[in-house]
């Protein structure tokens, strides 16, 4: 894309770091296809850049086969002639060395990317960037590298946790997807005609990945998009999953997809994934989820006692990215028809299980952009204590029940949200529903609730007559372009 959407709060602490007056180490990490590097480019505008990538793991890659890749990325971009006779360092100290003496003076910004792939074959890699940054990089003070990848905890052990790069890193990270009024913006730029509807059911599917969102083409309808991306041989969707378990993951990738797959169908506790993949209760299990918690493939929603404001042991893991549910739930179970092109013309509304994952895809949309509930609700961020899914199990003094999204202020003040999504307008029943879910948490003396409910086809005259929701958010409002 020859455009750049959002990521104004990235850029921004970015270039704060123009006014240091020394060099700057940047981690940065996020799933595959979220804009890591492309945000990084859009910071080094217009000053000298250097961009050097590790390559793909695989069998047959060595660490000699990544200083390769290293030297010839570099002499393309300082314009030198690669001579791979005279230029085969066998040593990561000399590549830094050769890449410190390019960027002695002046403002550079040197981006590493996918470090994890670069260095996990040599474990003196570190240490050589390590030492190099000490005594060469650092020199210059109008310098900025940035080290970046989709193996999060990678980075995570190796670089945020290891004592060697303690005191040294400026700023970190976290790259998420981009939030729906950014989504909103993208959809503008590229003149879809799409209703917000139809740009929200391709946000089911895609989430706010850009890489996915640039696959969009405009002039078609979502249902022929989806079809395109997800339902043709060979499609930019079809094969992404084993893609990205593959790089992430590697020979462990089985077990990690085991997990994803517990969590399709809904959130789940901890014990109840442990009986879902027939393990004994051990820490690897805990490890793993971790470690998909990190890449940005799951969330760990805590739970909470009202009255006490504090967190509960209890939590719940939730599957928060909507490619990988879709893919569960409605790629993979068709492979064999999309190889044959056989659903090149199938409606969506008509295959199996599309309705029942589409309240979950809706759900995790308004959960990843939460803020955009706080401002419809004139919320600050400031004053609340808690939000989150929420839920309680069942015992001798109380019943279970779990509420789609609860905020708690500091003013004792309680929103119920209920999440609607529905292909008719939602009626007045709904009400009955919010009411019992509200008894059964038993709200505290000294406390006030207020319902909300938040939908995306529309509400029933009969609802609104009753005015029983505070408030009352259409989804489709906060498809609006920041």
């Known amino acids: 894309m020859t455009f750049f959407i959002g990521r104004q709060h990235e850029l921004k602490q970015l270039n704060l770091l123009f006014k240091k007056e020394s060099a700057s180490l940047i981690v940065i990490r996020g799933r595959r296809r979220i804009g890591k590097s492309r945000l990084v480019e859009e910071f080094a505008k217009p000053h000298k850049f250097i961009r050097i990538s590790g390559i793909p793991p695989t069998d047959s890659v060595t660490d000699q086969d990544q200083r390769n890749t290293f030297m010839h990325q570099l002499a393309q971009q300082i314009q030198t002639e690669w001579n791979p006779q005279g230029w085969q360092p066998h040593d990561w100290s000399a590549l830094f060395t050769l890449l410190a003496d390019q960027t002695k003076t002046g403002r550079v910004i040197i981006l590493l990317d996918e470090i994890s792939w670069m260095g996990s074959l040599d474990p003196t890699f570190l240490g050589k960037l390590k030492t190099a940054w000490d005594h060469e990089f650092k020199k210059n003070p109008k310098l900025i590298m940035v080290l970046c990848g989709s193996v999060s905890t990678w980075i995570e052990k190796n670089i945020i946790k290891n004592t060697g790069f303690f005191g040294r890193i400026s700023q970190y990270f976290d790259i998420k ?14 003149k879809f005609a799409g209703t917000s509807h139809e740009k929200l059911k391709i946000l089911s599917t895609t989430g706010g990945v850009p890489w996915y969102l640039e696959q969009i083409q405009a002039g078609l309808n979502a249902d022929d998009n989806i079809r395109n991306l997800c339902f043709r041989p060979n499609s930019a969707l079809v094969y992404e999953f084993d893609l990205i378990f593959h790089d992430l993951f590697s020979k462990r990738s089985a077990i990690y997809k085991r997990i994803i797959e517990t969590l399709a169908d809904g959130s789940k506790e901890l014990n109840e994934i442990y009986t879902l993949l027939g ?6 299990i805990s490890t ?49 028809q999309i190889k044959k092109d056989a ?36 919320l600050n961020a400031a004053d609340i204590v808690f939000d989150n899914p929420y839920f309680q199990k069942k015992s001798a003094t109380q019943d279970g029940c779990q509420i789609d999204y609860l905020i708690q202020t500091k003013f004792n003040l309680i929103y119920v949200c209920e999440i609607k999504f529905s292909r008719n307008t939602v009626g007045a029943s709904v009400i009955s529903d919010v009411k019992s879910k509200i008894d059964k948490i038993k709200i505290p003396k000294g406390y006030a609730y207020t319902p909300v409910l938040i939908h995306m086809n529309g509400v029933s005259d009969q609802l609104l007559d009753q005015n029983y929701f505070s408030h009352i958010i259409d989804i489709n409002d906060l498809m609006k372009a920041s």
């Open 343 to 378: 659903l090149a013309k199938a409606q969506l509304s008509s295959i199996s299980g599309w309705e029942s994952i589409m309240g979950l895809q809706v759900e995790n949309l308004i959960l990843n952009n939460r803020q955009l509930i706080w401002d419809k609700l004139d």
């Open 279 to 284: 393990y004994q209760k051990s820490g690897i």
């Open 288 to 336: 793993y989820l971790d470690d998909l918690e990190k890449a940005g493939f799951i969330q760990r929603d805590h739970t909470w006692k009202i009255k006490t404001q504090t967190e509960s042991k209890l939590s719940h893991f939730r599957l928060s990215d909507n490619y990988l549910r879709f893919y569960l739930k409605q790629i993979e179970p068709r492979l064999n």
């Open 177 to 190: 997807e981009l939030p729906l009024p950014d989504c909103a913006a993208f959809f503008d730029k590229i």
